[in-house]
Structure formats: structure tokens, C-alpha cells
């Protein structure tokens, strides 16, 4: 299965195209959809729209995982993100792929056993799980990775139990 895992941002998306076939893991590709900071927000969600679109076509996933927002005390930024996750999500539908939610708590536990671990060992696990030579960078791409591999962890943990 190939799975399109997104790390929702309003400047910086990250993307990481994964796939799980028999119990292992292959990395696709991985990379940032990246807007400006003075652009007009239509310009920006359009940017992050076309992006994930070309994904899509390009990698043909059969699945999108796609990290929850997690609402910090900055309510402009979370409008920002939000709106970004909301074109994320259209793009997914509008193609046809089928789209899964995690919270950080469950992207953390199915990659580093840990529901708490802190960044670097999230970021290290990727690396690991996914026999990368380098935590890919910015952070928000190994953040889409994870998510991707939550999204396998899971996926199998579900099966499993409709079997």
C-alpha cells in the first residue's frame, strides 16, 4: 500500500510518500510544499491545494494520513493551519483518496512506543524504522513520514482485528 502522510502547516507542509508491503517499508519520496510569508492567503492555499494535487497524480496513494490540528495559543496561526488542512483534505476527496486523521499522541505512540516522546526521538525513530541515512529536514517532512507510518502501524492493527 502506498501511503501519502501529510504534516498540515500554513508556511511549510510536509509531505512523505511511504510504501508498507509485507511487514516493511519503502520510502517513495519526501519533500515540502513551502509558500511566503507576505503572499495573499488565497495564493498560499492555492500553492498547498496545486501541491497536493500533483502528489496525488504523481504517487498515486492509496491512502492519506493526515496529522489533527493541535490548537496552541496562537488563534491566528491555528486559522491559518486549519485552512491549510481544509484544502488538504478537499484535495483528497475531490481525487479520490480515502483519508485518515492522527493526533501527535498517536503518530508519537506507533513510532516511538512512547506517546510522549519528545521531537528528537520521534524524528530519530523515522530515521530508524525507515533506514534513512539523515532525519530528513525541515522537521515538518520527517513529521510527514511518521505520520505515513502511523497511518501502516495502524492500518495492520485494523485488519488484524476484522480478521
Known sequence: MIILGIDPGFAIVGVGIIEYKGNKFRVIDYFAI??????PIEQRLKIIYDGINEAI?????????????????????????????GVILLSAVNLGVPFFEYTPLQVKQAVAGYGRADKNQVQQMVKAILNLPAVPKPDDVADALAIAVCHAHSFKMVKLENK
Do not use: C, S, W
Not at 513551502?34 to 503572499?39: G, L, N
Not at 504517487?59 to 493526515?66: C, E, L, R, T
Not at 490540528?69 to 488563534?75: D, H, I, K, S
Open 57 to 85: 497524480h504523481k504517487y498515486k496513494p492509496d491512502f492519506m494520513a493526515v496529522e489533527e490540528l493541535f490548537f496552541n495559543n496562537n488563534a491566528k496561526t491555528a486559522i491559518a493551519v486549519g485552512q491549510a488542512r
Open 34 to 39: 513551502t509558500t511566503k510569508a507576505h503572499t
